[in-house]
Nanobody
Framework: QVQLVESGGGLVQAGGSLRLSCAVS????????MGWFRQAPGKQRDLVAT???????NYVEAVKGRFTISRDYGKNTMFLQMNNLKPEDTAVYYC?????????WGQGTQVTVSS
């Protein structure tokens, strides 16, 4: 059973930084894609960034140049470094692991950016 646990969320002022972590436990193959998603109140869950097991990354336009996704393969952990945060970044952030036809989600961590 694969489990994902996010941490690192919190309250920060606009312009500040946070680093989210997603720890993965359970059986995982070497070939997978991980990603961060976010869901603001009353809105759908949207993609933020992805990283493949080969280290290839992709970002949505709204976070390019401010967010960095990375993985520590030895610790089976994914990170999202978020700099220059804006109030519109406020959301619950979820990590996801996709492997073939399977997808696993974490429980989410709240990020709140005050103006």
């Amino acid at each position: 059973q694969v489990q994902l646990v996010e941490s690192g969320g919190g309250l920060v002022q606009a312009g500040g930084s946070l680093r989210l972590s997603c720890a993965v436990s359970g059986s995982t193959s070497s070939s997978n894609v991980m990603g961060w998603f976010r869901q603001a109140p009353g809105k759908q869950r949207d993609l933020v960034a992805t990283i493949s097991s080969a280290g290839s990354t992709n970002y949505v336009e709204a976070v390019k140049g401010r967010f960095t996704i990375s993985r520590d393969y030895g610790k089976n952990t994914m990170f999202l470094q978020m700099n220059n945060l804006k109030p519109e970044d406020t959301a619950v952030y979820y990590c996801k692991l996709s492997r073939g036809s399977y997808a696993y989600w974490g429980q989410g961590t709240q990020v709140t950016v005050s103006s």
